[in-house]
């Protein structure tokens, strides 16, 4: 993704190279995204029908969160933003009136597309809502994340592997060096920057500014540069996973078009369709399970298509390094953070962090300053997502042993505890919740909160004043569009077949 991108950024201006080993495997897994992620390939030029059937990338509209209330209970927290009445959201009136515990199906219209597994296009290639401003669909119109201006309606999922191999051609057609060898060590200069790295079978490989993109190991950032990792241990206890690549026949299955988020006993399990095949791994706390035992509950989960498969065993480094950007060497994605998967965030610390470096790009001054704006805005962002996901488990329901039990005993971010108490009575705005860009916005708190129950909310006490006339229509036309929509869009598998 970083070569691609810059490529794309500089063209020949600069020279890229890519060092990358053939025994290092990948992780793999990945396969989720965030709604921004469609202006990472908008920047590169790549309009769906190119990339998407090549990856075997299907639509996400949203994550569907199963049995975090109670077993059972499922709700979605969908890439919708909230519609208001009189000036307040449609949650506050929903919470003034209530009639159940599934908020989503009267708040949003993409419970209704997911559940009836619809994509978000029509044949013609149309989107289902066209007051959604599609902007990037040429290179002439090329956006970034600060152009996020509407909330696009989906995400995708797609084969981390293929993406890469993907990327790889498009890198390598348009300059990019590509060289297949194993770093045996790292030169650096008198100052402590890195100069070269000397590999195995083509000596060293020198260059200006080094992108660490060695994962966990962070073997530039941290193993030679001596950054120090912060762990998010105390607060997000979950530190291995375990995943499957499940063969399916999707036309006789269906393609729901979101994630799913499945609560255990000691952690949640994905879901990924994907078009033939279903991505799924179980992400566990190791105090809580071993990992045979979260194993054997991944292939129950999975059922009888996981037979015979081999399984992908993942420890996880869940924190982030105390700067991603160190002398002449930027981390990015796993060697500069990682907060687990929950919320598909992985692949949106990557996109930030190359955007960010785009924007802070060095010159030969290498100044301190434009170096601390780049580790101040990427470290803000892994920090938001680490308070949005800790509230996941402090505020689900869900309390029938100690692994859940002890979620809500665990150590909070600062400021989080204030911040749950204001949501009780008043409910998550642009201003109360955490004030740094992390890609989340107030009505993504909202989902969480009403979806997960464990922290009651109390309605404005100004709607038992006003006349809710306006609320109710826009319910009944929530009604209305919900149903219009699965009556005319077509099934998800449906489109990515004619797109395939």
């Known amino acids: 993704m970083t070569a691609a991108y810059l490529r794309a950024a500089f063209g020949e201006r600069i020279s890229v190279t890519v060092v990358e080993s053939k025994r290092i495997k990948t992780i793999g897994v990945g396969e989720a995204t965030f709604s921004t992620v469609r202006h990472f390939f908008s920047y590169l030029g790549l309009p769906e029908n190119v990339w998407m059937p090549r990856c075997n990338a299907t639509y996400k509209l949203g994550i569907r969160f199963e049995n975090w209330r109670r077993k059972g209970h499922y709700f979605y927290h969908p890439f919708e933003r909230l519609r208001k009445v009189d000036g307040f959201p449609i949650t506050d009136w929903w919470l003034d009136r209530r009639t159940g515990d599934r908020f989503d199906q009267d708040v949003f219209l993409m419970a209704a ?6 994509s978000p296009r029509h044949l013609d290639g149309t989107l289902f809502e066209q007051e959604f401003k599609e902007r990037g669909d040429s290179e002439a119109e090329r956006s970034t994340l600060a152009e996020q201006d509407t ?18 051609e498009y890198a390598t057609e348009r300059g990019a060096r590509h060289i297949e060898d194993d770093v045996v060590e790292v030169a650096q200069d ?14 060293d490989v020198e260059g200006d500014l080094f992108v660490d993109c060695t994962g966990f190991r962070g073997l530039l950032i941290n193993q030679t540069l001596d950054v120090p990792f912060q762990s998010f241990q105390d607060m997000l206890p979950n530190d291995s996973a375990v995943a499957l690549r499940v063969p399916v026949d999707m036309e006789q299955r269906g393609l729901r078009p979101c994630t799913t988020a499945t609560a255990q006993d000691a952690g949640w399990i994905w879901t990924i369709p994907l078009f033939g095949r279903v991505g799924t791994g179980y992400v566990y706390a190791s105090d809580y399970t071993t990992p045979e035992e979260a194993e054997r509950t991944l292939r129950e989960f999975a059922g009888p298509g996981a037979e015979g498969l081999e399984a992908n065993h993942i420890k996880m480094r869940v924190g982030r390094s105390r700067s991603s950007w160190v002398k002449n060497c930027v981390a990015i994605g796993l060697s500069s953070g990682f907060v687990e998967p929950l919320e598909s965030t992985g692949i949106f610390f990557i996109q930030q962090g190359i955007e960010e470096l785009v924007k802070h790009f060095p010159d030969e001054s290498w100044d301190p300053g434009v170096q601390a704006s780049y580790n101040r805005t990427v ?4 920090d938001g997502v680490r308070e949005f996901l800790v509230l996941h488990y402090r505020c689900a329901a869900r309390a029938d042993n100690d692994y859940w039990r002890d979620a809500k005993k665990r150590v909070l971010p600062d400021g989080l505890a204030e911040r749950l108490e204001i949501w009780k009575s008043r409910t998550p705005t642009a201003e109360n919740i955490y004030p740094h860009y992390h890609g989340f916005e107030a009505y993504s708190y909202h989902a969480m909160l009403l979806g997960l129950g464990g922290l009651e909310l109390r309605p404005p006490a100004a709607l038992r004043l006003m006349d809710g006339a306006g609320a109710e229509r826009e319910f009944q ?19 990515l077949a004619q797109m395939h």
């Open 113 to 118: 597309i997911c559940d009836a597994e619809r």
């Open 151 to 168: 909330q696009f309606p989906y995400a995708y999922q797609f084969d981390a592997s293929l993406l890469a191999e993907f990327l790889t």
């Open 190 to 203: 008198e100052r402590g920057f890195i100069s070269a790295v000397r590999t195995r079978e083509h000596g």
């Open 379 to 382: 470290a803000d962002a892994i």
């Open 477 to 495: 036309m929530l009604r209305d569009q919900s149903k219009e929509l699965v009556s005319r869009l077509p099934s998800q598998y449906e489109y």
